[in-house]
């Protein structure tokens, strides 16, 4: 399933910047950016799961925020792009590592 998770994470103190860190270097790991605090997700439930436990561990209750939008297995139909920074659809798109 195609899954949007956003965040915003409050980076006044070492602490945030440190969390705003770890929350996109985990994001990096299960998705793609799409923009600096967006990426989009190819996930099962059961990895969906483990993503979202682990940036639970990362955030900040009092001062961040998460933000989950669920589009589905069809999802990538449901994404309109327009503009600069293209992004590559790893379900679509060959990657040569």
Known sequence: MLVLVTYDVSVLTKD??????NIAKTCVDYGIRVQNSVFECEVDPAQFTVFKNELIEIYNPDEDSLRFYFLGKKGRHKVEHIGAKSTVDPVRDALIL
């Open 16 to 21: 945030g910047r440190r969390r705003l860190r």
